[in-house]
């Protein structure tokens, strides 16, 4: 009796060689769609080329646009017409005493700066009082400014908040801009550190408490952190002083105390 062999297992190989072997096979049954599967994308190449070819390209110039006019109020006069002046305001979030300085300075410059044109028309309908025959520049400023802070600004704990206003119609004729910080500078403060210099080595009581007297009658409710070796370290509460007067403060207290140095660093209490 003639023994069988035992089967062996096609390689890689061997299997390609018959896939490859089947497909010519089915092509050359199928004529017809061979020759379409070969035909189409050349077909389809050539028009592409050909409509390439009869289009003649345009060459177009950089377009360069003007700056957005933000220092003039011309192009929001429709918007300021329908506005309630007398009770508009400038919304911003978080409520903080260092981002209330920066959108109030902002609004008193744009509104001296378009004074002449949009503000003076509608300037009696608003409850502000400028002294007769002022004419220095820095005190118009700090009284618009002042106005400004106290009745046009208006801040709110989180954009979430401030977004809300505009669920009501009466908000959108009171609020003519929304200025939107991130949120994580709700707790945003100052921090104040002081190097007293004394002409002894060690630094004399007197010559703290007198420079303690300059902080505490300068600022609103500083708490003193740390006291090493003539080192004052203050935090300011959120709304002490604006940030656009904090270097001057300083800088008389180094001309006329016995301040070697400071440094001012914002902090973040969240």
């Not at 070819?53 to 360069?64: A, G, H, M, N």
């Not at 004419?135 to 801040?155: A, C, H, M, P, R």
């Not at 921090?191 to 703290?208: A, H, Q």
Request: glycine fraction near 4%; aromatic fraction near 8%.
């Amino acid at each position: 009796m003639r023994a069988r062999g035992e089967r062996k297992e096609a390689g890689s190989w061997v299997k390609f060689r018959l896939l490859m072997w089947k497909n010519f096979v089915q092509q050359l049954r199928h004529p017809v769609q061979t020759a379409a599967e070969l035909l189409l994308p050349v077909l389809t190449m050539s028009l592409v080329l050909v409509l390439r070819s009869q289009i003649d390209p345009e060459v177009l110039e950089t377009r360069t646009y003007p700056p957005i006019p933000a220092h003039t109020l011309n192009y929001s006069v429709t918007v300021l017409g329908g506005m309630n002046l007398t009770r508009m305001s400038m919304a911003f979030s978080p409520e903080n005493a260092v981002l209330r300085d920066v959108v109030s300075s902002a609004t008193t410059k744009l509104l001296l700066k378009n004074m002449r044109d949009q503000v003076l028309p509608i300037i009696e309908a608003l409850p502000i009082e400028i002294p007769p025959g002022l004419v220095n520049s820095s005190q118009v400023y700090e009284i618009v400014k002042l106005f400004v802070d106290e009745n046009v600004v208006t801040g709110y704990n989180s954009s979430a908040a401030m977004r809300g206003i505009y669920a009501e119609e009466e908000a959108t004729r009171r609020v003519i801009a929304g200025i939107e910080f991130d949120d994580s500078l709700r707790g945003f403060t100052l921090t104040i550190k002081i190097k007293v210099d004394d002409e002894t080595k060690t630094v004399r009581p007197e010559v703290c408490d007198a420079v303690k007297h300059y902080v505490s009658t300068n600022f609103r409710e500083p708490k003193i952190m740390e006291e090493y070796q003539g080192l004052l370290t203050y935090y300011l509460p959120d709304k002490s002083v604006a940030w656009s007067r904090m270097f001057g403060i300083m800088e008389a207290a180094k001309r006329d105390l016995p301040v070697e140095d400071y440094s001012i660093s914002q902090t973040t209490l969240e």
